[in-house]
């Protein structure tokens, strides 16, 4: 009985396993070629979609390189507008300076020169005033001492000096 | 002031024979004249108005100078020659002009006093330098100290106190 079991079971066996074959055969005839179409094209369009991939990725390289020459240029930009700003603002310096300096040397001249033309202005008045001082007390002492005689004799001597004046002259 | 037509009637007058008496005579009517406008605005209003007649003006004139008929006429040919006006406003001009006709010198002198000794002294002075035939007035002004000052005709001396004082001032 066992004996019986055991070849039936091998027989139904063989003939599942046939069919079985028989089964991945078919399919193999009928599905190989669109499962590999579907592999080709599958691959192929991994293989577009990395290009594009690379593509984009080359385009955003590029433009990274050239963003970043950019700003490498901006930035060599700046730095020489803060250097040139920082020229102008030193010689602007140096220029307010030397005019401060050209200005002060000015007026102190100026203020030597004030004082001396206000020194001078005051020693002439001071000689002035001693001047008219020495002038009204002599003529006070004249109006004194001034006689009628002396006056005629002053008359006199000076018509004879206008006498010879107009002779001369004439 | 047309010069010309005061040198032209200048000329007139000296070519026309007139004598040294009458000059002499015109001047001191002139002179008279001078003293009267200078004086009366109303006089001057009147003989300087074109507006009054020639014998209106004369009349006037008379009144001031006299009845002496050399200086009359002088008058009339000055309103003749279209220059009372001139005469009126620059009078001392036409004096001027006369007296070069007569040889005469006006002298203004100013002395700090006067008396009858220093007033022979300075007209002897003068006359020594310009001859007799001057008009001498005399002014008083204490503030020249002493000595003289002369104004003769333009030209003008001072020898007094006060400017030689000036002179001194101005000099230092």
């Not at chain 2, 024979?17 to 009267?36: A, C, P």
């Not at chain 2, 005469?87 to 100013?110: A, G, H």
Request: net charge negative; with cysteine.
């Amino acid at each position: 009985m066992e004996e019986i079991n055991t070849v039936a079971q091998l027989k139904f066996a063989s003939q599942h396993l046939f069919n079985l074959i028989c089964f991945i055969g078919i399919l193999y005839y009928f599905l190989r070629k669109p499962v590999s179409v579907f592999f080709v094209n599958r691959s192929k369009n991994i293989e577009e979609s990395i290009n594009t991939a690379k593509n984009i990725i080359d385009e955003a390289q590029q433009k990274y390189d050239e963003n970043s020459m950019k700003i490498n240029q901006l930035d060599n930009e700046v730095t020489s507008i803060n250097k040139s700003s920082e020229n102008i603002v030193e010689s602007k310096i140096d220029d307010i300076n030397n005019n401060a300096n050209s200005m002060v040397s000015m007026i102190e001249k100026d203020t030597e020169e004030i004082i001396k033309l206000e020194s001078n202005k005051i020693d002439s008045q001071i000689r002035s005033a001693m001047i008219q001082k020495a002038i009204k007390i002599s003529e006070n002492d004249l109006k004194q001492k001034l006689t009628e005689e002396k006056d005629e004799e002053l008359i006199i001597s000076y018509l004879a000096e206008v006498k010879k004046d107009v002779i001369s002259n004439s | 002031m047309s010069s010309a037509t005061v040198n032209d009637f200048f000329q007139a007058i000296t070519s026309s024979g007139t004598s040294k008496d009458d000059l002499n005579i015109i001047y001191d009517s002139v002179q008279k004249f001078s003293e009267v406008t200078s004086k009366n605005k109303d006089v001057k209003v009147f003989l300087s108005n074109d507006i009054y007649p020639a014998e209106s003006k004369i009349d006037v004139i008379k009144d001031i100078i006299g009845e002496k008929q050399q200086a009359i006429n002088f008058f009339k040919t000055i309103i003749d020659f279209g220059i009372l006006n001139d005469l009126i406003d620059s009078s001392e001009f036409f004096l001027k002009k006369i007296r070069s006709i007569l040889s005469k010198v006006k002298v203004k002198v100013v002395v700090s006093s006067l008396n009858q000794r220093k007033e022979e002294i300075v007209r002897k002075g003068l006359e020594e330098i310009w001859g007799t035939d001057l008009e001498i007035d005399f002014f008083i002004d204490e503030d020249i100290i002493g000595g003289v000052i002369l104004q003769v005709e333009d030209k003008f001396f001072d020898g007094s106190i006060s400017g030689k004082l000036k002179q001194i001032n101005n000099i230092i």
